[in-house]
């Protein structure tokens, strides 16, 4: 697919609103956590199943959501999340007991995924079709600072406000920032509808229309296992690079992570134009796989678990522009929503339980197996994107 010019405006608003919807929904919860057990009589344990279980209902919701992208538009699912999330938030704040709580965060999870990356990409395909895959390349290079900002936010504000007046703020970002940009972003589509006089221009995917269903089946199963294999390590990465011997490092190892995320997604600008999608789905499973192996081979040799954190940050990037990617290069532009519904579900579902799941398998059958189980699940990942990038029979075509 060659691309046309990037639409800026709209990248640079959906790329606030991703930073301000992982930020409030996403990253700011570990910081809070502590803080939410203490007033809500829970174990810290408590309030991470909690959260774990409203990502796993927020997972299933995505293929829904996807569908109703297709149906009425991605801004404009954007635009009622937006106020949802807000809601939500505001509920968060006032919930008096865990019952209240936890439906809010189901519903917080809920909102979460018609305002984050699923939805940002699809209103990217609905805008221009054939510039969408350098958008989404942009876009999260711009949403891969949400950690950056809203850890120290988070983190900063505690100092001053209780969690309950912090979700309070958050909400209002969400209703006053997010809500009328996606609003904005929705009435463009719109009048850029009633204006077109030329047929809609649509991407029309790699794979033949027979061999559809088992590729959906195939790329599913490999983006929801390589979540797993990441969620797992991410939700554990500093207390597992401390228990090994590095100690204090083990924090400033762990914020290595961030920066070679973003550090992925501007390589791929400046010299991945010629990578197709299939590639780099490789390269994101490849990097993943090599950094757990690398923290394997050197243990608590400092150099070795530098790598580590390097190459799973480099990886994790590549493979957020491969979900939306990828997707848009096999399957085409119509009906967009719904196969990255479909996908979304599938990885979220996942990899909600990985955090759990690592913990109870570095319990029972130690650190190292853990990790090398882990690298196995990655590895099938691998073989699953190239079986995928081998039966493209030829390169996604623009068709008016």
Known sequence: ???????????????????????TLYYSFSILAPGIANDLRLSLTQVFGVFSVSLFIGGLSATCIGKQ?????????????????????????????IAIFAIAIILLEV????????AAFAALVEHDPKSA???????????????????????????????????????ALNLILCMPLHFWIRSLGKKAGEASIRPRETVIGAIPTHARRRAMVIVSFAFALLGFTLAAILAHMVPMLGSIGLGTAAVVIGSLFGPAQVASRLINIVFGKNLSPPALAVVSAVLIVFGILILLASGDWLPGAVAFAICLGLGSGINS????????????????????????????????GAPFAFSAAMESIGLSMSLAANALLGAISIAAFVTVAVSCRQPATVKA
């Open 1 to 23: 697919m060659h691309s046309r010019k990037v639409p800026a405006d709209i990248v640079c608003a959906l790329g606030l609103t991703q930073i301000i919807g992982y930020g």
């Open 69 to 97: 992208m297709d149906r009425v538009g991605a801004a404009t699912v954007m635009t009622v999340g937006s106020a949802l999330a807000g809601l939500t938030l505001a509920l968060c704040a006032w919930s008096p007991s």
């Open 111 to 118: 909102s979460s995924g018609m305002v984050q990356y699923q």
């Open 133 to 171: 895959s350098r958008s989404i390349t942009y876009l999260t290079l711009i949403g891969g600072f949400a950690s950056t900002i809203f850890w120290p936010i988070s983190a900063t504000l505690l100092h001053v406000l209780s969690w309950r007046e912090i979700f309070l703020v958050f909400a």
């Open 321 to 352: 522009i491969a979900q939306g990617s990828l997707p848009l290069y096999l399957f085409g532009s119509d009906g967009y929503g719904a196969i990255t519904g479909k996908m979304a579900a599938a990885r979220l579902a996942l990899g909600a």
